[in-house]
């Protein structure tokens, strides 16, 4: 399974953004099942949860820090995952990642995540 992260970019402080994760060499089962996260890593620090999101796409669990600000969807007939972005702050800029998790449960912790994508730069400036 390939994951490939696309639509980071430079915007202002409050301004918007749309990722796209794409899978690719995967069947439609190997993806629809599992959830899927989308994780963030800003200059000299470690990767941070933001948000993951159920196989069906009906239960969803956001950081504190994006809760109300960003929207997580998929499309799994186009195996893709969105990350709608509104109300972008200079502290969200970093490079932002997805992954996908395991089937049932909706994890927070790097590790339940078997692939990851190549990752996304957001800059958001002030």
């Known amino acids: 399974v390939q994951l490939q992260a696309s639509g980071g970019g430079l915007v202002q402080a409050g301004g918007s953004l749309r990722l796209s994760c794409a899978a690719s060499g995967a069947s439609e089962e190997s993806f629809m099942w599992n959830s899927m996260g989308w994780f963030r890593q800003a200059p000299g620090k470690g990767r941070e949860f933001v948000v993951a999101i159920s196989w069906s796409g009906s239960r969803t669990y956001y950081a504190d820090s994006v809760k109300g600000r960003f929207t997580v969807s998929r499309d799994n007939a186009k195996k893709t995952v969105y990350l709608q972005m509104n109300g972008l702050q200079p502290e969200d800029t970093a490079v932002y990642f997805c992954?996908?998790?395991?089937?049932?449960?909706?994890?927070?912790?790097?590790?339940?995540?078997?692939?990851w994508g190549q990752g996304t730069l957001v800059t958001v400036s002030s």
């Open positions: 992954a996908r998790g395991p089937e049932h449960t909706l994890e927070t912790d790097t590790r339940a995540y078997d692939y």
